[in-house]
């Protein structure tokens, strides 16, 4: 295994900006799939967000379109990758662009939210990457803008969330519309059996690079549960906030809701108790999702609400605490949430709040774990009756779905603003 950049075999201007950019010894992911997919073979990568794993098939990429640069046609383009969310999508533009500022290549990104005039004319010339989201796409494909008959490189990126997600019948149909002659790339944090089936639709004789086991959680997050009832989930959050504002070092939080509608409460509530939060999901313009981004990102918005649009899509070092004020009604979802902390290297603690009417999610995510989320007792809002019905085995009472997008089990809002205990230290950080 290659254990240093330099000895990798990429072109003069990649290894200069990875020197610019201090980069050494890569990642096990970049180690193993890099020299592989320079020697053209098709990946089937399993990795768990964080891994590094955007720059090990970029990387690659932007070598080959070094290497050999052809003239692009009008409305197609040599590389397409497809990503679930806008997030993620713009993530994986911006290391293309990073890693090759010594290139020359043109880029654009397609997804929705947004005017597609750009989008159109962007694509009138043609470029060498494309970036996109899957439905934005199909749009403009079956308007005539896009034709995917050119694509060299096609990459699929976070499949599991992209199913999770929907997206399977469009991910069908855009990979019909692709030539057979192809080097393709299969990146997922799991490997179920869906997505299984649908790797050997796309690729041919793969190379197999696994990282970790199918389902896991990083080392260096320390991951906590607590048993608590809803109506005392918002004071328990409120008392990790405090905690976390008063660290010697300042770190950033992301809480997670289930429900759109009820990110929004929370986020609601929690700036009224005197923590600045804003809330980030998928009814929210992409000018909206990108300027809440960019003042959490700065620190000028402590804390984050987010919906699972934002598992995936957020990369940011300085994230300390996640919460789950929502236990997720997907258990791989829990994966890629606690995910967001603990990256670069740097620790990262990640609270868990289980409610009556979440046990049965809770056991999902243990079973798929394949561990127990070590309990939190200690917090004075700590309901005993409800660890007992979860050792017991107790099947809590079907809920009805609610409104504001949430679906899947349990799908109501449930973050709401229980009446705050704002401490004058909280009040105080609001008026600065």
Same mark, same amino acid.
């Given at each position: 295994?290659?254990?240093?950049?330099? $000895?990798m075999?990429?072109?003069a201007?990649l290894?200069q900006?990875?020197?610019?950019?201090?980069?050494?010894?890569?990642s096990p992911?970049q $180690?193993?799939?890099?020299?592989?997919?320079?020697?053209?073979?098709?990946?089937?990568?399993?990795?768990?967000?964080?891994?590094?794993k955007?720059?090990?098939?970029?990387?690659?990429?932007?070598?080959?379109?070094?290497?050999?640069?052809?003239p692009i046609?009008?409305?197609q383009c040599?590389?397409?990758?497809?990503?679930?969310?806008r997030?993620?999508?713009g993530?994986?533009?911006?290391? +293309?662009?990073t890693?090759?500022e010594k290139?020359?290549f043109?880029?654009t990104?397609?997804?929705?939210?947004?005017g597609?005039?750009?989008?159109?004319?962007?694509m009138?010339?043609?470029?060498?990457?494309?970036?996109a989201t899957?439905?934005r796409?199909?749009?403009?494909?079956?308007?005539?803008?896009?034709?995917l008959?050119?694509?060299?490189? +096609?990459?699929l990126?976070?499949?599991d969330?992209?199913l999770d997600m929907?997206?399977?019948r469009?991910v069908?149909r855009i990979?019909?519309l692709?030539?057979?002659?192809?080097?393709?790339?299969? +990146?997922?944090a799991?490997l179920?059996?869906?997505?299984?089936?649908?790797?050997q639709?796309?690729?041919?004789?793969?190379?197999?690079?696994?990282?970790?086991p199918e389902v896991?959680?990083?080392?260096?997050?320390?991951q906590?549960?607590c +048993?608590?009832?809803r109506?005392?989930?918002m004071?328990?959050?409120?008392?990790?906030l405090?905690?976390?504002s008063q660290?010697?070092?300042a770190?950033?939080?992301?809480?997670?809701g289930?429900?759109?509608?009820g990110?929004?409460?929370?986020?609601?509530?929690?700036t009224?108790a005197?923590?600045?939060?804003?809330?980030?999901?998928?009814?929210?313009s992409?000018?909206?999702?990108?300027?809440?981004?960019a003042?959490?990102?700065?620190?000028?918005?402590?804390?984050?609400v987010?919906?699972?649009?934002a598992?995936?899509?957020?990369?940011?070092?300085?994230?300390?605490?996640?919460v789950?004020?929502?236990?997720?009604n997907e258990?791989?979802?829990?994966?890629?949430?606690?995910g967001?902390?603990?990256?670069?290297?740097a620790?990262?603690?990640?609270?868990?709040?289980?409610?009556?009417?979440?046990?049965?999610?809770?056991?999902?995510?243990?079973k798929?774990?394949?561990?127990?989320?070590?309990?939190d007792?200690?917090?004075?809002w700590?309901?005993e009756?409800?660890?007992?019905?979860?050792?017991?085995?107790?099947?809590?009472?079907?809920?009805?779905?609610?409104?504001?997008?949430?679906?899947?089990?349990?799908?109501?809002?449930?973050?709401?603003g229980?009446?705050?205990r704002?401490?004058?230290? $909280?009040?105080?950080?609001?008026?600065?």
């Amino acid at each position: 295994m290659t254990t240093t950049f330099e $000895a990798m075999a990429l072109a003069a201007p990649l290894k200069q900006v990875l020197t610019e950019l201090n980069y050494t010894t890569p990642s096990p992911v970049q $180690a193993q799939a890099i020299p592989l997919l320079l020697e053209g073979r098709d990946i089937l990568g399993c990795a768990q967000t964080g891994t590094g794993k955007t720059a090990s098939f970029a990387l690659p990429i932007l070598n080959a379109l070094h290497s050999d640069p052809r003239p692009i046609r009008t409305k197609q383009c040599r590389v397409l990758v497809l990503a679930p969310t806008r997030e993620l999508a713009g993530q994986v533009a911006k290391s +293309f662009s990073t890693y090759g500022e010594k290139v020359r290549f043109r880029l654009t990104t397609i997804w929705g939210g947004v005017g597609q005039r750009p989008q159109v004319n962007a694509m009138r010339a043609g470029v060498d990457v494309l970036v996109a989201t899957p439905g934005r796409l199909l749009d403009l494909i079956d308007q005539g803008c896009i034709d995917l008959s050119a694509v060299d490189f +096609f990459v699929l990126d976070e499949v599991d969330r992209m199913l999770d997600m929907g997206f399977l019948r469009d991910v069908n149909r855009i990979i019909d519309l692709l030539p057979k002659k192809k080097q393709s790339l299969f +990146f997922s944090a799991t490997l179920a059996p869906n997505i299984v089936t649908l790797a050997q639709k796309i690729l041919k004789n793969p190379a197999h690079v696994t990282i970790t086991p199918e389902v896991t959680t990083a080392e260096r997050i320390q991951q906590k549960l607590c +048993f608590v009832d809803r109506g005392n989930k918002m004071y328990l959050l409120q008392q990790l906030l405090e905690k976390q504002s008063q660290a010697s070092e300042a770190k950033l939080t992301i809480v997670f809701g289930r429900t759109k509608h009820g990110s929004n409460k929370l986020a609601i509530a929690l700036t009224a108790a005197g923590y600045e939060a804003e809330a980030i999901h998928g009814n929210k313009s992409q000018a909206q999702r990108e300027k809440a981004l960019a003042k959490f990102k700065q620190g000028l918005v402590p804390v984050l609400v987010a919906t699972d649009v934002a598992a995936r899509g957020v990369d940011v070092k300085d994230i300390g605490l996640v919460v789950n004020y929502d236990l997720p009604n997907e258990p791989e979802a829990y994966v890629h949430r606690i995910g967001r902390t603990g990256r670069a290297g740097a620790d990262g603690l990640a609270v868990s709040f289980c409610a009556e009417d979440e046990i049965d999610f809770l056991r999902d995510i243990e079973k798929l774990i394949k561990n127990q989320i070590p309990r939190d007792t200690s917090h004075q809002w700590h309901s005993e009756n409800l660890q007992e019905k979860h050792r017991t085995g107790f099947k809590p009472p079907k809920v009805k779905q609610g409104g504001g997008g949430g679906g899947g089990r349990g799908g109501q809002s449930s973050s709401q603003g229980t009446p705050s205990r704002t401490s004058g230290a $909280a009040r105080r950080r609001t008026r600065r």
